[in-house]
């Protein structure tokens, strides 16, 4: 399945019109440890680009975005006890939501692999 | 008992906690036992206690040892360099401490009653009159507690300004990108809406910027000046003229006051609002989590809104107004956290107005004396390195590339070398951010041998970056679990029985 990414250092897989949505190895790399998530609910309607939650780490609060539109369908119940999933495995288990996409376009425009190398300068 | 002991390296172990060290039945002091009539203790059974109060047994030596151990295994601003960006990390003056404890202000009572505590109210109004002086505003509060309640109460003024003026809509506030993560914190407490705004190419807030984010909802701006890169607004003026037109009001972060103390009046500038940090740049102590003071200087118009009871005076008489029939906020028991503000007294007082200047030029020059020698000397790289306030940002950028150690690890290995780390990491605009702050109160000789540990942290991370990564090794405690700590803080002695 092909990884999209965001400018906010944010993962996307597709899985039909359902979108799994994590951080990248480069942000919890550079974010440092992270020790408390705070995720959508389940079922809120959000827009692409809406800050959703934050992600508190041994160096700062950050805010974590959505980067498609959709509805909020499962979060991540393992990350919210134990948020070092998201240094340890931040493209496996350490993904933070999903979202039933209204507009699956959404996901085709954001970045591919080459573009976010080049981004974060690799 | 048996002779389990070895030669002790100051600081080679942990100290036990009190309760531990104890023994049943020791005591510091033994009161005598009481031979008058009886009390009548007229307390209701509920209240009274049945088991002993389980306290430390220990005699007087023990205490202090244990306390004087603990303080040896801390670093401290009497113990080395401090130079921990933003925080201003000051010599805190012995006379301070003489002032405040002198017993005409250290045994009062809060309760007692006004004539009896002329003295204080006195001093007291003598702080505000003078932090009034420094910052060039009309009225002042002691009562915030700290920085950020400082911080909380100056945005809860501006917004009890736009409650009063009947425009409860004007809820957002303008934050620069560099600003003290308290800032949009505070904001969130009174109610109102954090806009972040980019800082400009140069590190400095671009009017432009503020004056396409301003609107008829602005309720204001929270500015740090000089900002948390060391540099001066340059554009203030401007800026107030922008905030103030759209309505808002425009209040300053004080934390840097220490660079432009008698140089610059923040009410000149054109703010509303300004908070002072006490134990930064009036030389009382930083607490580990204990009295701070963050007083509020304000404009005629914000005086209203201040915390009561307020202190006037009448014919040389202070008297404490309660301002009865007003709406106004209580933050905090009393006058604040006075023994503070007696200390920030002291110092004023000793200085004086000149002396206060040349606090700040001093500050700046320290500053501005390791920015040139790190950069110039190839230690440190600085993306604004033409000069700075009382404080500039490195970034450790290069050393990750050359030698794949970050900053942390830098910060880490100066501890063995005695110095505290710098702040690091803050601000979040700068990657691999080291935030420097020698303050006026080190010595030339003290900045060259900061100087001369960084050349050789460097050399270490060139030769064997390990040392870097396994960094501290000759601190009581190495790497701390600082992950763990923020997840599972555990604050609470449960006594030896519950430990197993």
């Not at chain 1, 790399?29 to 680009?49: A, C, I, R, Y």
């Not at chain 2, 301070?96 to 017993?103: G, H, L, Y």
């Not at chain 2, 004056?211 to 701006?221: C, E, K, L, W």
């Not at chain 2, 307020?310 to 009393?334: K, S």
Request: hydrophobic content about 40%.
């Amino acid at each position: 399945m092909e990884r999209k990414y965001t400018k906010e250092h944010e993962w996307v897989t597709v899985d039909g019109d359902v979108a799994t949505v994590g951080v990248t190895e480069y942000a919890a790399t550079e974010l440092g440890d992270v020790v408390f998530l705070e995720l959508p609910e389940e079922g809120s309607t959000v827009d692409q680009g809406a800050a959703v939650g934050t992600i508190e780490t041994v160096k700062s609060v950050e805010d974590l975005y959505c980067p498609v539109s959709g509805e909020i369908v499962e979060v991540n119940e393992a990350v919210l006890d134990a948020p070092e999933l998201v240094n340890q495995q931040p493209l496996e288990d350490g993904w933070l939501f999903k979202v039933q996409m209204s507009e699956p376009s959404q996901a085709d425009e954001l970045l591919d692999e080459g573009d976010y190398a080049s981004l974060i300068g690799g | 008992m048996s002779a389990n002991v070895e030669p002790r390296r100051w600081g080679a172990s942990l100290e036990p906690n009190l309760f531990e060290l104890g023994r049943d039945g020791r005591r510091a002091t033994v009161m005598p036992a009481w031979d008058g009539d009886p009390v009548d203790v007229t307390l209701p059974a509920a209240y009274l206690r049945t088991d002993p109060c389980d306290l430390p047994s220990l005699s007087e030596p023990e205490v202090m040892r244990h306390y004087t151990r603990l303080s040896n295994l801390n670093h401290h601003i009497e113990r080395g360099m401090y130079p921990l960006g933003s925080c201003t990390m000051k010599y805190n003056p012995r006379l301070n401490e003489v002032v405040a404890a002198m017993p005409g202000f250290a045994d009062l009572h809060p309760e007692q009653d006004e004539e009896d505590i002329q003295g204080l109210l006195c001093a007291l109004n003598l702080l505000q009159d003078a932090l009034c002086r420094i910052t060039g505003f009309d009225a002042c509060s002691l009562v915030p507690a700290a920085g950020a309640q400082g911080e909380f109460l100056g945005m809860h003024v501006i917004r009890a300004l736009h409650l009063a003026n009947g425009e409860p809509h004007r809820v957002e506030v303008l934050i620069p990108d560099s600003a003290h993560g308290t800032n949009p914190a505070s904001v969130v407490l009174t109610g109102m809406k954090p806009l972040t705004i980019a800082s400009g190419v140069d590190g400095r807030l671009d009017p432009e910027v503020v004056r396409a984010a301003v609107g008829p909802n602005t309720a204001g701006i929270m500015i740090t000046n000089p900002n948390t890169l060391g540099l001066f607004e340059t554009d203030i003026v401007e800026v107030a003229r922008i905030v103030h037109e759209a309505g808002g009001r425009l209040y300053m972060d004080g934390a840097n006051m220490n660079a432009i103390l008698g140089k610059a009046h923040p009410a000149k500038m054109g703010f509303d609002v300004v908070h002072l940090n006490l134990h930064k740049t009036m030389s009382t102590p930083h607490g580990g989590g204990g009295p701070g003071a963050g007083p509020i200087c304000v404009t005629a118009e914000l005086a209203p809104f201040l915390p009561g009871p307020t202190i006037v005076e009448a014919d040389g008489v202070f008297h404490l107004d309660d301002h009865e029939g007003e709406c106004r906020p209580a933050i905090h028991a009393y006058q604040g956290n006075v023994g503070v503000c007696l200390r920030a007294l002291a110092y004023i007082l000793r200085l004086g107005g000149d002396g206060l200047e040349r606090v700040a030029e001093r500050a700046v020059l320290n500053a501005n004396y390791l920015l040139r020698r790190v950069v110039d000397e190839g230690l440190l790289q600085v993306d604004h390195p033409d000069g700075c306030l009382h404080e500039f940002i490195a970034t450790g950028r290069d050393w990750k590339e050359a030698y794949g150690v970050r900053t942390l690890d830098v910060a880490k290995r100066l501890l063995d070398y005695g110095v505290h780390a710098p702040t690091i990491y803050f601000p979040l605009i700068v990657e691999e951010a080291m935030m420097i702050e020698p303050t006026e109160t080190e010595s030339r000789e003290t900045l060259d041998e900061f100087v001369e540990i960084l050349r050789a942290v460097r050399a270490e991370a060139a030769a064997d970056p390990e040392i870097l990564h396994r960094a501290p090794v000759h601190t009581p405690v190495g790497r701390m679990d600082e992950a763990r700590a923020a997840r599972q803080p555990d604050l609470s002695w449960l006594g030896p029985c519950n430990c197993g």
